[in-house]
């Protein structure tokens, strides 16, 4: 028997366990440490399911701090990737994930919608890659980022959430710094 060999192996599985055993616990004390934020809001009953605009399907990358794109929250299972629908209703927006709990947005709570190049948990080349909801969670501003499957069919769901935002300010940049499309 290769006694020298059988103890690395057994040394790396052990290092693994304890490497994952780690992630685990860090993973636990950020939920301790979001605490403040309240349940994730209901989707009222009997409330309007008019679609104002075509549904994204896309991946749910993570809902951030908003202005720290880094700093995943993962209270309430929302730091969970998962395949995603992006639906907007005349009355907010519901981000149909799958295999996870929906995330529902009332529109009172929306305060822009736009792209940004990237989140915690996945950053793309282009200034476009991720669409950005950034909403009020409790009291704190959050954002929400989902890389839709078609860049350009989210440009008209941006622009109709906007409208629902009230605001218009959204970042849509459709363009490169170049001035071509992507």
């Known amino acids: 028997m ?3 060999r059988l103890w690395w192996t057994s040394a790396l599985a052990a290092l693994c366990v304890v490497l994952a055993g780690l992630l685990w616990w860090g993973w636990r004390n950020r939920r301790r440490r979001q605490s403040e934020f309240p349940a994730l809001p209901a989707r009222p009953a009997g409330a309007d399911r008019t ?37 907007l209703y005349t009355d907010g927006i519901e981000i149909e994930r799958i295999g996870e709990e929906p995330i529902w947005i009332p529109a009172a709570a929306v305060e822009e919608v736009g792209t940004a190049p990237g989140t915690a948990g996945k950053v793309m080349v282009t200034p476009d890659g991720i669409l950005l909801i950034s909403w009020l969670w409790g009291d704190t501003l959050v954002a929400s980022g989902i ?36």
């Open 2 to 4: 290769d006694w020298p």
């Open 51 to 87: 679609e104002i605009a075509e549904p994204v399907t896309g991946l749910y990358v993570s809902t951030v701090y908003a202005g720290q794109w880094q700093n995943r929250i993962v209270a309430a299972g929302v730091g969970r990737r998962a395949k995603a629908v992006l639906h």
């Open 147 to 182: 890389r839709g499957d078609d860049l350009h069919a989210q440009v008209p769901w941006i622009d109709a959430a906007q409208q629902l935002a009230g605001s218009g300010t959204g970042t849509n940049t459709t363009e490169n710094p170049n001035g071509a499309t992507p």
